[in-house]
């Protein structure tokens, strides 16, 4: 059969394949006010530091150096991969002409990074984790980078930067990229979430996926069960629950973008649960867990620590660590459900 207006699919297509990363930024914000323009040019630096990221990884097993460990230690007492401290010196070297960044604050610095020559007019920081999962990259498997941005509040004269330490609803924006089969960003400033994947013939980031909504519940539950006799009884008596349930299927990569990612388009839970030597947990708040957060409150979704919702969280320091556990409603509610009926046991044997 014969289309009978194969101008109108033409068209859609075109409209579809000139949707870029910059101009659905512009039409999020209906406008082209400095504000809007600020934040447009603000993901096209991000998506500048993913397209050279990508490009790296696309050829790190055929380059020497690139791959491995530097034998050096980052400020969260972890070994540093070669590629983290490339990830992040792209995305410093991305930001440092962008005259809108005074900041930018990483989990792999100690102390956030000031470009002092746009501080007079850049009124934005950037916080981010550069390679999330790095300890996929030596077998080739998925990694990603998540970002934040928040408003520069004061003047910061001390370079301390405490008015980071605020709760994720004051992010501007917040996402991710993921490094997999095809390279992907996904965003939100607040009006939905929504994914783009980069066409390397274009070297553009085209919409993919408008308006994502994570499902009410999921058959996923994705957490790293070799941690089992480490965590609280709580959360063991939630996987023992999963485990004796039809519908329920593990996944887990060991990529916190990867894992999130999956748990986004179809549902589940992911939970890095703090452990009862270290109940806060591994994750970094302003670089991991409120991006994340932000990202799946706008999709329907939950984070929470299993006390407190993640975006209410105020961070006493840069570095500050929280439990996650995050995805559909329905699925986050049960893992919180088991956490309230054991601390109510505990305060029913205080009682006695």
Known sequence: MVDAHPSLDHEYALDRDCTTLARHVLQQLHSFAPDAQDLSALMNR?????????????RAGLMEGVLGFTGEMNVQGESVKKMDVYANQVFISAFKQSGLVCRLASEEMENPYYIPENCPIG?????????????????NSNVGSIFSIRQQEGVDADGSAKDLLQDGHKQLAAGYILYGPSTMLVYSMGRGVHAFTLDPSLGEFILSNEDIRVPEHGPIYSVNEGNFWQWDESIRDYIRYVHRHEGYTARYSGALVGDFHRILFQGGVFLYPGTVKKPEGKLRLLYETAPLAFLIEQAGGRASTGAQNI???????????????????EDVALVESFITERAREQEEIVRR
């Open 311 to 329: 975006m209410d969280v105020i961070p006493e320091k840069l570095h500050a660590r929280t439990p996650l556990i995050i995805g559909s409603p």
């Open 46 to 58: 991000i998506a500048l530091a993913g397209k050279l990221i990508a490009r790296r990884l696309s």
């Open 123 to 139: 009124r934005y920081t950037l916080l981010y984790d550069p390679i999330d999962g790095s300890t996929n990259l030596d077998i």
